[in-house]
T-cell receptor, first 114, second 112 residues
Framework: EAQVTQNPRYLITVTGKKLTVTCSQNMNHEYMSWYRQDPGLGLRQIYYSMNVEVTDKGDVPEGYKVSRKEKRNFPLILESPSPNQTSLYFC?????????????FGSGTQLSVL | GQQLNQSPQSMFIQEGEDVSMNCTSSSIFNTWLWYKQDPGEGPVLLIALYKAGELTSNGRLTAQFGITRKDSFLNISASIPSDVGIYFC????????????FGTGTRLQVTL
């Protein structure tokens, strides 16, 4: 089944403790992206990647890192999480990132930073 | 970054009623998309619009790309309980490498 898989689904952590949220897609997509969803703000893009070893900042990249060493994986790294990073995170992918392509989303990771 | 304003923020309707929601932007887009997010899941694409004035249907859903290219509308006819969720609009410009700007969302609740 074609899908985008995120792990974990839920994560509670404390301020300053490094964490990684994994994202994997099995559709051989070149384009992958991370979003955060906050009440009243919709989804905002954190980082995106057009292909292996190619990443770029979205609208809210501060406090986040990403890497794209292989096509299928696009982990989101929080080196020193803070409470304002408490949010619902989504990974998404599409074939090339072109405008007429469907964007597939994962099921989300609910992160709480205490 | 820019955000799109959606209205209403939330709606409580009865099963069988029609629903209308809209999305407005201060700048133009070449593509408008409508997504639905079921509780506990990621957004799923409902309708994509590529030309100003375009009207597209997907079952009971109908969406329109505004003539000014700064707005879009989504209508749901004869709502049913499974329509519950958050509806997001998203705008995209050609050549911006799939950068979507999402709206703030409309939360729909359907009562029996």
């Amino acid at each position: 089944e074609a899908q985008v898989t995120q792990n974990p689904r839920y994560l509670i952590t404390v301020t300053g403790k490094k964490l990684t949220v994994t994202c994997s897609q099995n559709m051989n997509h070149e384009y992958m992206s991370w979003y955060r969803q906050d009440p009243g703000l919709g989804l905002r893009q954190i980082y995106y990647s057009m292909n292996v070893e190619v990443t770029d900042k979205g609208d809210v990249p501060e406090g986040y890192k990403v890497s794209r060493k292989e096509k299928r994986n696009f982990p989101l790294i929080l080196e020193s999480p803070s409470p304002n990073q408490t949010s619902l995170y989504f990974c998404a992918s599409s074939l090339f990132g072109s405008r007429n392509e469907k964007l597939f989303f994962g099921s989300g990771t609910q992160l709480s930073v205490l | 970054g820019q955000q799109l304003n959606q209205s209403p923020q939330s709606m409580f309707i009865q099963e069988g009623e029609d629903v209308s929601m809209n999305c407005t932007s201060s700048s133009i887009f070449n593509t408008w998309l409508w997504y639905k997010q079921d509780p506990g899941e990621g957004p799923v694409l409902l309708i994509a619009l590529y030309k100003a004035g375009e009207l597209t249907s997907n079952g009971r859903l109908t969406a329109q790309f505004g003539i000014t290219r700064k707005d879009s509308f989504l209508n749901i006819s004869a709502s049913i309980p499974s329509d519950v969720g958050i509806y997001f609009c998203a705008g995209q410009l050609t050549g911006t490498a799939s950068k979507l700007t999402f709206g703030t969302g409309t939360r729909l609740q359907v009562t029996l």
